[in-house]
């Protein structure tokens, strides 16, 4: 009968791919946004900057026709202003831009780190897990030793009768003890070893 339960799945590397695919396809499309939403706040700047220019020329013509001379200076003091504001806002919205990609880049790397130490830590685990699992089968094994030891020697000094054959069914018991423990230690970390 085949084991479908989803807890015996191997998802090995499956969970820092995923994370990396996320980063991939997220990523860009963050920076593509951020950098449309700039290229339409300086497009509005530059839509801006020209309508203050077409303002400041329509203003010194019809100071032209004004029967006192009006100082147009003023104008080209406000144009300038207004260039001067302009060129300050794409330079903000240009140091925006970088500091969504520098962060972007700090988030990849911040992933990929944190990748590292889960796998780094996964292997420590799963070798942790491997020598232990080593270590209580060895136990195990040197219990078994043991338990046949005893009850040979115990076998031998009660004889073949009815103490011999109690013997022999307590060691058989405590066998399939040992033997249960075994088979429940590798039961239960086999997903870990695996």
């Known amino acids: 009968m085949p084991n479908t339960s989803k807890s015996s799945k191997k ?14 396809v997220f990523a860009p499309f963050y920076l ?6 700039a290229e339409l706040q300086k497009n509005s700047l530059d839509v801006v900057a020209e309508q203050t220019t077409e303002w400041v020329a329509a203003w010194k013509k019809a100071a032209s026709y004004l029967p006192v001379p009006t100082p147009t200076f003023f104008f080209d003091v406000f144009g300038q202003a207004v260039q001067t504001a302009v060129e300050t806002q794409k330079s903000a919205i240009d140091l925006a831009v970088e500091q969504a990609e520098a962060v972007t880049e700090i988030a990849k790397q911040r992933a990929d780190a944190y990748s590292k130490i889960a796998e780094t830590a996964t292997a420590a685990f799963q070798t942790t897990v491997t ?42 018991g405590t066998q399939t003890v040992i033997d249960a423990q075994k088979s429940l230690l ?8 695996a």
């Open 186 to 193: 590798e039961a239960t970390t086999s997903p870990f070893v």
């Open 32 to 37: 593509n946004t951020v950098n449309r939403v």
């Open 11 to 24: 998802t090995n590397g499956a969970p820092s791919a995923a994370k990396s695919e996320v980063n991939d």
């Open 131 to 172: 020598r232990s699992v080593a270590a209580q089968k060895k136990a195990l094994e040197f219990a078994a030793q043991q338990n046949k030891t005893i009850w040979e020697a115990t076998k031998k000094q009660v004889g073949s009768g009815p103490a011999g054959i109690i013997a022999d069914t307590f060691e058989r």
